[in-house]
């Protein structure tokens, strides 16, 4: 291995003129496929049982931590269905190609909010808000950002009644599920979970410093309940490559003959005898439909958005909601309310003098690059392994419009990325891109520019709304997407928020480290026609103002629409054990809908860490049986 790493070290550059570049970088690349196959240890099935103890439907974050361990001491059938496909595909394993996964309709569900009145740019039109289809779910296609959020996040669920969920309960589930690469005992090694250092940028160190020369503290255990400060962002990832619930969780389990996993297995409707929830009927291609029946419960573990719109089209909901659509109501409960999303707003920085190489960046410059290959493929380093987030800052904010630091929850995420990523402005990824996230001119400029320019991109994020939306029915057609409307900005206080953390941005640009590199907003340079507010001052509080109402987003985190609380709490769906209520039977929830409010951070950790305490609590249920 010593003398392969000389050789990549040496390759002289006079290769590619050659057709052996051609070859090197095949055979790299079908290292790199035959090394997933190897990685992707059991099959999906097939054929299927016709009854199961559990059924999980959704194979995303959580689900793929319920199939493990209800599978894991081999007393009890459990059957997966997931409407997407297989995670085989490279480039969801491959960091650098987040742009490319996250955008592909083959990996993500292609969804869109309603239009949001309080937002500017979206008053007429929707923001996608897209999440995984595929093994793994989003842990498949996220930015791959490992953020526990902080320990008052859990301790404010527990004071809602959501008993057993506080800090000192789920920091363990956390600890169970981690191989973290620092070492301390509040953080876990030895669980199926990797948690890596990201590739680090000569880009990341100038911002830390900048955001340090602001008298924030650096903080470097921000995993341990405290995540105020700035930090060297941490990912899910082993060797150099993603790391999913799928990779982690559901591929080592699928060997076990328990487990059943089908893919493309679309959930159109959960069955019931009374009250009792009994087993599911799905759809698979060429529009068959099979129903398969559950001897002990029905857990549904699809995410913020699938998860209640499968309970809504089975009979659990508001009772207009199901009466309006002619669906026969099973049990009234405020199934789709408290639907809550993370919001951003990014702004795009560019060096004049920027002192760092910009093809370290360049996800396709690389992607051709045979020494590239080799290290990412053979050794697992080098370019290819870079994920979004080298850096990230988390702080509080006042009455006054500071920005401080607190032992309470952080206000505001500050997302930082070194790149940007694409290479071609006329790049297939980056239109796809741009249409899936609607960021508008800024980030397609910044984009465009990076084959001229060396940049970052910062992005503030909203980490508590005040404001929350809803998920609504479209109709009872279980292949019409629902409408789903987060209330972006729907509450002053979050504009007010958005704005600070805005202006936290301009602050680091006004630091000494990042006056030394030039550093300015890509919109100064804009055309005046082509900035979001012409003829105002991009430094000025008004141009924030503006920034706020029209290039605010969401950040694909949706949470909260099948809310946890205590038993009898009429604005919850689930109760603590995470039991559907209203009487029903055999159900529950498992993935990141029940969250009675967001965490402070990325939010795939959570997922994991409900999935790990959700199956304890199902076990639990069924303990000496």
């Not at 997966?80 to 490279?90: H, K, M, N, R, S």
């Amino acid at each position: 291995m010593e003398n392969l790493q000389q050789l990549v070290d040496k390759f002289p550059s006079t290769l590619k003129e050659y057709k052996t570049t051609v070859a090197c970088g095949s055979i790299a690349l079908l290292s790199g496929y035959l090394l997933y196959k190897y990685q992707s240890r059991g099959r999906v099935s097939e054929k299927w049982n016709k009854r199961y103890d559990f059924i999980v439907v959704g194979a995303g974050s959580a689900g793929c931590v319920l199939a493990n361990r209800l599978s894991e001491n081999g007393k009890f059938s459990v059957l997966v269905l997931e409407a997407g496909g297989e995670d085989d595909d490279p480039k969801i394993h491959m960091p650098m190609g987040v742009l490319d996964a996250c955008t592909d309709t083959k990996f993500v569900w292609q969804d869109k909010t309603v239009p949001q009145p309080a937002s500017e740019a979206y008053i007429d039109s929707a923001i996608q808000s897209q999440h995984g289809k595929v093994l793994g779910g989003s842990s498949s296609v996220n930015w791959m950002a490992y953020v526990r959020g902080h320990r008052e996040d859990y301790n404010n669920w527990e004071s809602l009644g959501c008993t057993g969920w506080g800090w000192s309960n789920v920091e363990s589930y956390f600890r169970k599920m981690e191989d973290y690469f620092l070492p301390g005992e509040e953080l876990g090694h030895g669980g199926p979970l990797t948690v890596s250092a990201n590739r680090n940028l000569r880009t990341t160190d100038y911002l830390i410093k900048a955001i340090k020369e602001l008298g924030v503290r650096e903080n470097k255990s921000y995993n341990s309940g405290d995540n105020q400060g700035v930090t060297k962002g941490h990912v899910t990832a082993k060797n150099g490559r993603r790391w999913s619930a799928a990779q982690a969780y559901l591929r080592p389990a699928m060997k076990r003959s328990n487990l059943h996993v089908v893919t493309d297995a679309h959930v159109t409707k959960i069955l019931f005898d009374g009250k009792r929830a009994v087993g599911v009927r799905f759809v698979r291609e060429g529009g068959f439909t099979y129903e398969v029946l559950a001897e002990k419960e029905v857990i549904i573990s699809s995410g913020a958005i699938n998860s209640p719109h499968l309970l809504l089209l089975s009979g659990i909901g508001p009772k207009e909601e199901l009466q309006k659509h002619g669906i026969p109501i099973v049990a009234e409960l405020p199934v789709g309310l408290n639907y809550q999303d993370h919001s951003t707003a990014f702004r795009n920085v560019f060096f004049e003098n920027p002192q760092v190489p910009k093809e370290e960046h360049l996800y396709k410059a690389n992607l051709s690059s045979t020494k590239s290959l080799i290290e990412y493929f053979i050794n697992g380093k080098g370019p290819l392994t870079t994920a979004a987030g080298q850096a990230m800052c988390f702080f509080d904010v006042d009455k006054e419009g500071n920005y401080i630091l607190t032992n309470k929850m952080p206000e505001i995420q500050i997302f930082m990325t070194g790149g940007p990523f694409i290479d071609d402005p006329n790049d297939e990824v980056l239109s796809r891109f741009n249409e899936f996230a609607n960021f508008g001119p800024l980030l397609l400029e910044t984009m465009k520019n990076a084959d001229k320019r060396q940049g970052v991109m910062l992005a503030a994020v909203l980490l508590h709304p005040r404001s929350r939306g809803s998920l609504t029915l479209a109709s009872a057609d279980p292949f019409q997407r629902p409408l789903i409307d987060p209330q972006i900005l729907s509450d002053p206080e979050d504009q007010r928020i958005m704005k600070i953390g805005l202006k936290f941005i301009s602050d680091v640009l006004k630091s000494p480290t990042m006056s030394s590199l030039g550093s300015y907003f890509s919109e100064n340079k804009f055309p005046t026609k082509d900035r979001i507010a012409p003829d105002v001052d991009p430094e000025s509080e008004e141009y924030l103002e503006k920034l706020v109402s029209t290039a605010c987003t969401v950040c694909w985190h949706p949470a909260g629409s099948c809310k946890m609380g205590a038993e009898g709490d009429t604005s919850a769906v689930v109760d603590p054990q995470l039991r559907v209520q209203g009487g029903i039977q055999g159900l529950r929830v498992v993935d990141n809908s029940i969250m009675p409010h967001l965490t402070s951070g990325n939010t795939n950790a959570p997922a994991i860490m409900i999935g790990e305490k959700g199956s304890d609590l199902i076990l639990q249920s069924y303990r000496g049986i």
